[in-house]
């Protein structure tokens, strides 16, 4: 009966102390747990271990008293097990429970602290770093604890956010999900894009300035989707954190759309935004866009700090990669490497450091000052210097130190706290002993040798022995490479001049020269200087002694540089304009052809602008060259400032510029560039205090649109750039099949034309002037006309004539025109007909060639004709252009000279009044235009003023297209002078102007 009893009991009591002692250990491990929670399992693991030990007590007792006791069990133990002190055990083990549970659980938290929410973020402290620890440790030990903390947060996967949208997505109502963050521009881009939509209404494209035009719009549902949708992504970024905004929709598949702000923790703005398109109106849905946006925010925020981690890891292990390399280095170093503190005390050092004090190991010389080690004589010296770094915070650099019967050749830096406060010292020192000996004794034997050498001035010599050690260095090499002198003796010569690949190389033919007696060739080579960029030096070796103990090398070198420079200043002239220093044709070609090129591999469409500045030659003429070059320099420095820094400009000869313009599928960039080139080119030019103008006329041609060749593409270009100086200048104008069709009539037009001043295809026509009151033939007009060979039609006078211009032969049509007007007169001399004056029409660049001038008088001579029977006609507009004085000069000597001067369709000019009074003519014409429309009482007035001016500064007046009575009628009642028109002649061919003029008796001689 006992045993049964006590059986059952031991069971309940030993399950409860099980029970509490495994949830102990489980809550141990948990970082969440409260202390609330802590002590109630405490308090049952007490209540267990103390109910235990009572019926443990009761069931010893009570077998003692039965005489069960085991044989082996002490019987005076028996009374102490009924005693409290059983309790007091329990209550203590239950104390040093909870002493280890607090200690377990601090080093847990310490190992990895808990995160409660992402707002919280682990915030470790550095620990105190020994005195003895170098700085790169302080900084892997402070990374290390910071990685080990973020990796032992709890952060979710990818797969988790993932499965958060999947879990949006099975939404029935939720037709498209858009989720977007800023990135450091603050620009919103696509994160997360969900679409079930027919078609699909999203794309990766898709941001929040992205507005589709309703030209671009596919569909009118998708024209609506965009404008709402962005109206809706700039209202949420504007909005509190529990904020949403809804549109409802009546296009497609889309009834209402949804859009919520996105928050990173403690960020005062939005970061993001989520919209969600719903199937449904807003109301209807069950979406909780709001919680789901808070949500999304703790995942953003998880997902960042997971990023911060690895990058943090890949720190760490450039950061430890780092430190190893940097230890291998101070100890492979060939230069002694100690660091002390502030008070003089060495913290570390290298292996070689340690050799030259005798001592083993590095540790060794940790906490020792100089007056420790082996030069403990030269302790204070080497400690001033110091001193001196420390105090000053400056390095000391080649500071040469005596040691016994050793030169040390020292640097010394200040060690600097992340507070710029210095907190020891970095020193290093080279064995320079073999250097000064070397150093010595050159000096003493040979000062007269470097003497000579050190008054070379642009010979930098170097001498070294056998084994290539530099032992003499003279001040042109000091120059020439920026070692001094101390500095480069006792060094490999090829170590200190030659680059690495070189190396082997020179080695091989030091050992042919010295062995086998292979000279080294003088050649142009490539020498490092100290600050390690690349000399060009033409190099000359001799060997002196080579069979003797001691060999010695001597290097001449000579630097190359400026002749170098030279070369590039030559290759510049060549591909540069030396004067707006922009690329020039040569350049242009290599271009172009590069740009072909690349077309062809990955094709892209490119124009090409041909510039020509309007009104140039005149501002060069008038002016000078001086002003023109600056003009020049000005505009291509306007040019390139409206280009962007990927296009291309060359001046392609004068005052022509070539500019090429990758303008992909956007063709209206060809028209920006071209009214921003205009622009920028019709603003006045302020030169030496001078205010001049000029414009552009701009041909653009595309590639491949126009054509594939750059020949024919510049050649297009060129032609669209005179169809738009033909358009009236300041302007641009594109290339097209027409225009190249129109240009090949003109091509034709002027080649026949050219053909015809060789034959009789070009003649003139003369038609009457009459006096007004008499009608009498009192002069005429030479007309000139031009027959088309191939077609054998007359050709347009005006066509005719700008076919003339553009060719550059007015000189010889003006020629045939005088030569035709004097056999002309010849022939009525010889018939005895009274002669009356011829005017030609003359333009005002043949009346600056001084030849034309020479060559009328000289025919006028040759025949004895008197200068009154020739005259010439000149345009008002031309006129103007003879207002300077140069100009001027030369129509006063034809006046002077007895030619009569006409003013052709004056009252068409601008400003031509004011040139009346300043040139010397004779007539005034009134131009046709305005006695078409004598109806007109303002023609009427103009008329009367032109007539009523002219007369009272003493010129003659003749009215030119008079067609009909009424025209002479008012032409008559204005006083009008002499008339001119198809009412009484047309023009007539000279036979028939001959003839007529035989049947007359009397003929008016002006």
């Avoid at 054509?707 to 290339?735: R, V």
Wanted: glycine share 4%; charged share 25%; aromatic share 10%.
């Amino acid at each position: 009966m006992i045993e049964s009893a006590t059986s059952n009991l031991f069971i309940l009591t030993g399950l409860w102390v099980l029970f509490t002692t495994v949830a102990a250990i489980m809550l141990s491990a948990t970082r969440h747990a409260s202390i609330a929670l802590h002590l109630l399992v405490a308090v049952l693991l007490f209540l267990g271990v103390g109910n235990a030990l009572i019926h443990t007590t009761k069931l010893f007792n009570l077998m003692a008293q039965h005489q069960r006791l085991p044989d082996t069990f002490p019987k005076e133990l028996s009374p102490m097990l009924g005693d409290d002190s059983l309790l007091v055990l329990g209550f203590f083990l239950t104390i040093m429970y909870l002493l280890y549970l607090h200690r377990y659980t601090v080093f847990k938290h310490h190992e990895a602290p808990a995160v409660s929410s992402p707002e919280s973020s682990p915030t470790p402290e550095q620990p105190p770093a020994t005195e003895n620890e170098s700085v790169q440790l302080k900084i892997l030990d402070l990374l290390n604890e910071k990685i080990d903390r973020l990796y032992m947060l709890d952060l979710p996967s990818d797969a988790f956010l993932r499965s958060i949208f999947e879990h949006l997505e099975a939404q029935k109502d939720i037709a498209a999900i858009w989720v977007g963050l800023k990135n450091s521009q603050g620009e919103v881009i696509p994160f997360f894009i969900s679409d079930h939509t027919a078609p699909p209404l999203l794309d990766s494209t898709y941001t929040v300035s992205h507005i589709v035009s309703s030209a671009e719009a596919s569909n009118p549902s998708e024209y609506a989707f965009a404008n709402e949708a962005a109206h809706l992504f700039s209202r949420a970024l504007e909005a509190p954190m529990d904020s949403m905004f809804y549109k409802r929709l009546k296009f497609s598949a889309i009834a209402s759309v949804l859009s919520a702000p996105l928050h990173y923790p403690n960020s005062s703005s939005a970061d993001g935004v989520i919209s969600i398109y719903t199937d449904r109106p807003y109301a209807d849905t069950a979406v909780n866009l709001a919680d789901f946006s808070n949500m999304l925010s703790r995942v953003m925020w998880h997902t960042m700090r997971l990023q911060e981690h690895h990058e943090l890891q890949t720190k760490l292990g450039m950061l430890e990669a780092h430190t190893s390399f940097y230890d291998n280095m101070i100890q492979t170093l060939p230069v002694r490497i100690y660091w002390k503190n502030r008070k003089l005390v060495y913290e570390g050092c290298n292996k070689l450091f340690c050799n030259d004090a005798d001592e083993n190991q590095p540790e060794n010389i940790i906490g020792k000052t100089d007056h420790n080690l082996v030069w403990s004589d030269f302790a204070e010296s080497f400690e001033s210097n110091d001193l001196k770094v420390m105090n000053n915070g400056q390095e000391q650099v080649n500071q040469l130190e005596k040691q016994h019967n050793l030169w040390r050749l020292s640097n010394r830096s200040p060690l600097r706290d992340e507070h710029g406060n210095i907190t020891g010292i970095l020193g290093s020192y080279i064995d320079f002993t073999l250097q000064q000996r070397a150093f010595d004794y050159h000096e003493e034997k040979g000062h007269h040798f470097r003497a000579l050498l050190n008054q070379m001035p642009t010979v930098a010599v170097q001498g070294f022995d056998a084994k290539r050690k530099i032992n003499y260095w003279n001040r042109q090499s000091e120059i020439l490479y920026g070692y001094s002198a101390s500095e480069a003796l006792g060094k490999a010569i090829d170590e200190l001049l030659l680059p690495p690949e070189k190396r082997k190389t020179f080695n091989a033919k030091l050992s042919n020269w010295l062995y086998h007696d292979e000279k080294i060739l003088p050649a142009i080579r490539q020498h490092l200087h100290r600050n390690g960029h690349l000399l060009t030096v033409k190099t000359s070796s001799i060997l002196l002694d080579r069979t003797g103990q001691s060999p010695q090398f001597y290097t001449i070198d000579i630097d190359m540089t400026r002749q170098k420079e030279a070369e590039k200043k030559l290759k510049k002239l060549a591909d540069y304009d030396a004067l707006t220093h922009l690329p020039n044709r040569h350049y242009l070609n290599r271009h172009l052809a590069e740009l072909l090129r690349k077309a062809e591999r990955n094709p892209k469409e490119f124009a090409i602008f041909f510039i020509d500045l309007d009104n140039f030659k005149v501002i060069n003429d008038t002016y000078g060259h001086h002003y023109g070059d600056e003009l020049l320099i000005e505009a291509s420095s306007r040019l390139k400032s409206v280009l962007r820094d990927y296009d291309f400009i060359a001046r392609f000869g004068g005052d022509e510029f070539i500019v090429t313009l990758e303008y992909g599928d956007d063709e209206y960039a060809t028209t920006h560039i071209a009214s921003k080139m205009i622009s920028v080119l019709r603003r006045p030019f302020e030169i030496n205090n001078k205010d001049l103008f000029v414009s552009a006329s701009i041909g653009i041609s595309l590639f491949p649109k126009n054509s594939q060749s750059i020949d024919a593409l510049l050649k297009h270009a060129d032609t669209a750039m005179y169809k738009a100086k033909q358009a009236g200048k300041n302007c641009y104008a594109y290339f097209s099949e027409s225009l190249m069709q129109e240009m090949s009539e003109k091509l034709y037009m002027e080649t026949m034309l050219r053909k015809s001043f060789f034959s009789d295809d070009i003649h003139f026509m003369y038609q009457p002037q009459l006096d007004a009151s008499t009608q009498k033939i009192v002069s005429c007009e030479a007309l000139a006309r031009w027959k088309n060979s191939d077609t054998m039609q007359y050709v347009k006078t005006a066509t005719f004539l700008a076919a003339v211009e553009r060719i550059n032969m007015m000189s010889e049509l003006t020629r045939k025109a005088i030569d035709s007007a004097i056999e002309l007169l010849k022939t009525w001399r010889s018939k005895n007909i009274p002669l009356i004056r011829i005017d030609i029409n003359v333009t005002s660049s043949i009346l600056k060639d001084e030849s034309i001038i020479e060559y009328m008088k000289k025919v006028l001579e040759t025949h004895q004709i008197s200068p009154r029977y020739l005259g010439i006609e000149i345009t008002e507009s031309q006129m103007i252009e003879l207002g300077d004085p140069d100009s001027g000069k030369h129509l006063k000597a034809l006046d002077d000279y007895g030619i009569h001067i006409s003013i052709d369709d004056f009252g068409t000019g601008y400003s031509s009044l004011s040139y009346l009074s300043r040139l010397t003519i004779d007539t005034v014409k009134i131009d046709k235009s305005f006695i078409e429309n004598e109806d007109d009482e303002r023609n009427q007035a103009i008329i009367r003023s032109i007539i009523a001016m002219s007369h009272e500064l003493g010129y003659d007046v003749i009215a030119e297209g008079v067609e009909t009575e009424a025209q002479f009628t008012l032409l008559n009642r204005l006083n009008c002078d002499k008339i001119q028109g198809n009412l009484f002649y047309k023009p007539l061919l000279t036979d028939n102007l001959t003839d007529h003029l035989l049947q007359f008796d009397e003929i008016t001689i002006v």
